[in-house]
């Protein structure tokens, strides 16, 4: 199995972002998965342009795409992408789309295709705490979350793909109170959790994940 795994660029002001940090030290085999690491734009459209591209080139199995979620305390598998664009701040090239689709002929939403609960569940017997989650916000991630689901729909039939978030790092948050966040150790240690139940699950575990909220 190949599995690519993109990180974003720091984005929002901050002089650091986690999801790259964190694919870069990931290791190079993951319970026999082969891992392509690949740093990709903060940026709508061309974030796909560069994934697009390394999928053509590298043939992956699995794209799974890691980003920061401030103010989230938890490592988060994201369960949906929804076709829309409405950007609270402008992406590192200065655009800032408002209730725009991703794709115009695409559908509403994409389900991911990866064992979500059984990577959350992972990921929670190292003792890290993580979570089903229901929305991948209206920005990059999302677009990136529901656009490479639509590649892969139209162009790339039988790949999966997935996306996580995860929290800031401790010193990003040194002049931010009461702000969650987790060392850049243990968000390494849950993504190689998370790529092992994507290697060794073929059916995703029923347990509950849902949130009422």
Do not use: W
């Not at 998965?33 to 734009?41: F, N, Q, R």
């Not at 949906?80 to 701040?89: A, F, L, Q, S």
């Not at 790339?156 to 800031?168: A, L, N, Q, T, V």
Request: one cysteine or more; proline letters at 8%; glycine letters at 8%.
């Amino acid at each position: 199995m190949k599995i690519l795994v993109t990180g974003f660029d720091p984005f929002g002001g901050e002089p650091i972002n986690p999801a790259i940090e964190t694919v870069k030290r990931l290791p190079d085999t993951i319970a026999g998965a082969e891992i392509i690491k690949l740093e990709i734009p903060t940026v709508c459209h061309k974030s796909l342009r560069v994934i697009d591209e390394a999928i053509a080139k590298y043939d992956p199995d699995v794209v799974l795409s890691i980003g920061q979620a401030g103010g989230r305390p938890d490592i988060t598998v994201e369960r949906v992408g929804i076709n829309v664009d409405d950007c609270r701040i402008p992406d590192n090239e200065g655009n800032q789309i408002i209730d725009e689709p991703v794709y115009p002929d695409g559908p509403d939403a994409y389900f991911v295709k990866i064992p979500i609960k059984a990577m959350v569940q992972r990921i929670q017997s190292r003792g890290i705490p993580a979570s089903v989650s229901n929305t991948a916000g209206t920005f990059v991630c999302n677009h990136v979350t529901y656009g490479v689901c639509h590649l892969i729909a139209t162009k790339y039939p039988g790949k999966r793909s997935g996306f996580i978030h995860i929290p800031f790092l401790p010193q990003q948050v040194t002049d931010k109170k009461n702000m969650p966040s987790m060392s850049q150790d243990l968000m390494v240690e849950a993504i190689e959790a998370a790529i092992e139940a994507i290697a060794d699950t073929t059916e995703d575990i029923k347990v509950m994940g849902g949130a009422t909220h």
